[in-house]
């Protein structure tokens, strides 16, 4: 089964410095990959997702992700955070099109 | 789009006592799926239905919970003779189906709060 590990439960970064958050997985093939981030009381945005092809993929509010097969790692990035970045973030597989499997999250602050 | 309805968004009920919730998918997404989601955590697939027929339901679904999508629309779970181990936040998604991957869209949730 797979299986999703975030080991940062929170993290605390400056406004304008740069993030990364990291997600390793667990499976037996390459799955689909996402990031998701949530607000408080709402549900999960999209923010980016791997498939195949370039292992380096850009997203939503200029976060981008590189997938690393040898340390299957996802990890999550953004050159300058911003305050209105503070949220949970998700990361999560799916061996195909249907259900994921989400980590259990890391909570970022923004300090001014 | 008027993106995925969820309703209630917060339900707080005495332990021993039937909830139900509804999903009101974006219209024409035929794949919807339920997750709960407790505090601190990821959320944690329940089932999913493909138009009216429920495809898969983990084990986390006891018998006290039942999934419905009659018409291939909206759908509702019901939680029957609630637990204090049944508050969290449950999410609908929803997605179409096809070629290679089509992306979930989340509803808001509804939190259920167990006394």
């Known amino acids: 089964a797979q299986s999703v590990t975030q080991p940062d439960i929170h993290i605390t970064v400056s406004e304008g410095a740069s993030l990364e958050l990291r997600c390793n997985y667990s499976y037996g093939a390459t799955p689909y990959l996402f990031w998701y981030v949530q607000s408080p009381g709402q549900g999960l945005q999209l923010l980016l997702k791997y498939f195949s092809g370039d292992t380096l993929v850009q997203g939503i509010k200029g976060f981008e992700a590189e997938f690393k097969r040898s340390q299957s790692s996802f990890n999550l990035r953004k050159p300058s955070v911003h305050w209105s970045d503070a949220a949970e973030y998700f990361c999560?597989?799916?061996?195909?099109?249907?259900?994921?499997?989400f980590g259990d999250g890391t909570t970022l602050t923004v300090k001014p | 789009d008027t993106g995925v309805s969820q309703n209630p968004r917060h339900k707080i009920t005495k332990r021993g006592q039937n909830v139900t919730f509804r999903c009101d998918p974006i219209s024409e997404h035929n794949r919807l799926y339920w997750y709960r989601q407790t505090l601190g955590q990821g959320p944690e697939f329940l089932t999913y239905f493909q138009n009216e027929a429920q495809l898969e339901k983990s084990r986390l679904l006891s018998d006290r919970f039942s999934a419905e999508r009659p018409k291939g629309s909206f759908s509702t779970l019901e939680i029957q003779r609630t637990e204090q181990g049944d508050s969290a936040m449950y999410l609908c998604a929803s997605s179409l189906t096809g070629t290679g991957y089509q992306p979930q869209h989340f509803g808001d949730g509804t939190r259920l709060s167990i006394l």
């Open positions: 999560a597989v799916a061996p195909n099109a249907g259900k994921s499997t």
